[in-house]
């Protein structure tokens, strides 16, 4: 089983920095921001593998993946076991690479990986939000398995006043995660998807759930989308061939609390997460308020 990680973007939202450093490569603490999808994308059981959809304009991705021994051995000549270690340990994951070199869609990005997937189910995580416990994929593994393998989306609730920002599904709630004991559109709580609504009016909306970024998917969604036609934006649209497969499959949909994730998709959003998990963690937190000083106190207490 593999999980597919769209990474061919330009980051236009980051730029002037990612004109020479890709966005994914941008760091949350000591990490690089795609690291901690790959290691929550790994998380669930089966998946043995991870596909990152690369841009060959953003060769500093793999390069982040593949071992550098001379790198390595001059860490540990000077001393620095641990980072050697860590840098090592991030250059051994199971990451593997295709390329999108024309920006056509989510949905036609994923297609890019359908020779890695064959016949087997497949996660996909988007890039630029990741969830720090990486339980989030494991949940929607055991929603699938309860299912009858079927595919499963997470969603979360938005305010009325604005769904029409977002893809909206359309379903009923059928039951809920072992333990959760959530109803309509509460953490915790499994629908039935019907339909998926692209930014409707607040009054047609038929829920107020909206898809956060993971996607557990059937294989038969890639024989969809190589027939997908242009949608919204003239693009591949993963959303329009999951509406297809509607009409053959099932698909669940998980309610999250998407608070539990690290948003990184936009300057402020990254340097909100790095402050949040820099407060969080244990190693970073006391040097973290030193760092900031009385200013710190102003806003962190």
């Known amino acids: 089983m593999k999980a597919i990680i769209p990474a061919a973007g330009l980051g236009t939202r980051f730029l002037p ?28 059981e089966g998946v043995d593998g991870v596909v990152i959809i690369n841009s ?16 390595e051995d001059m860490l540990s000549s000077r001393g620095k076991q641990a980072e050697a270690a860590r840098v090592h340990a991030a250059s051994t994951l199971p990451v593997s690479f295709v390329y999108q ?17 064959d016949e087997d189910p497949f996660f996909v995580l988007l890039g630029d939000y990741f969830v720090p416990d990486r339980q989030m994929c494991v949940r929607m593994a055991e929603v699938s398995k309860a299912h009858g393998g079927a595919s499963v989306i997470a969603v979360a609730p938005v305010p009325a006043d604005q769904v029409s920002r977002y893809g909206i599904i359309a379903g009923e709630c059928v039951g ?8 309509g559109e509460q953490e915790g709580a499994v629908w039935k998807v019907t339909g998926l ?9 038929p829920s107020h759930l909206f898809i956060v970024g993971r996607y557990l998917l059937s294989p038969r969604i890639m024989e969809l989308l190589a027939t997908q ?11 329009d061939a999951m509406e297809r497969l509607l009409a053959e499959e099932e698909m669940y949909a998980l309610v999250v609390d998407p608070s539990e ?8 959003a990254w340097a909100a997460t790095n402050a949040r998990m820099a407060l969080e963690d244990p190693a970073f937190a006391e040097a973290f308020r030193e760092e900031l000083g009385e200013k710190g106190e102003r806003f962190f207490g």
């Open 176 to 183: 809920c995660l072992p333990g959760a004991e959530a109803t």
């Open 229 to 239: 036609g242009p949608g919204a934006g003239n693009e591949i649209q993963l959303t």
């Open 101 to 117: 070199d024309e920006a056509r869609g989510l949905g036609h990005a994923v297609l890019q990986a359908a020779e890695t997937v």
């Open 261 to 268: 994730g690290c948003d990184t998709g936009t300057p402020a």
């Open 197 to 205: 609504v692209e930014k409707p009016r607040p009054e047609d909306a």
């Open 17 to 44: 920095a990612t004109k020479c450093t890709p966005k994914e490569l941008l760091p949350v603490l000591d990490k690089p921001v795609i690291q901690y999808v790959v290691e929550e994308a790994l998380e669930p």
């Open 56 to 71: 060959h304009e953003k060769p500093q991705i793999e390069a982040y993946f593949s071992v550098d021994q001379e790198f």
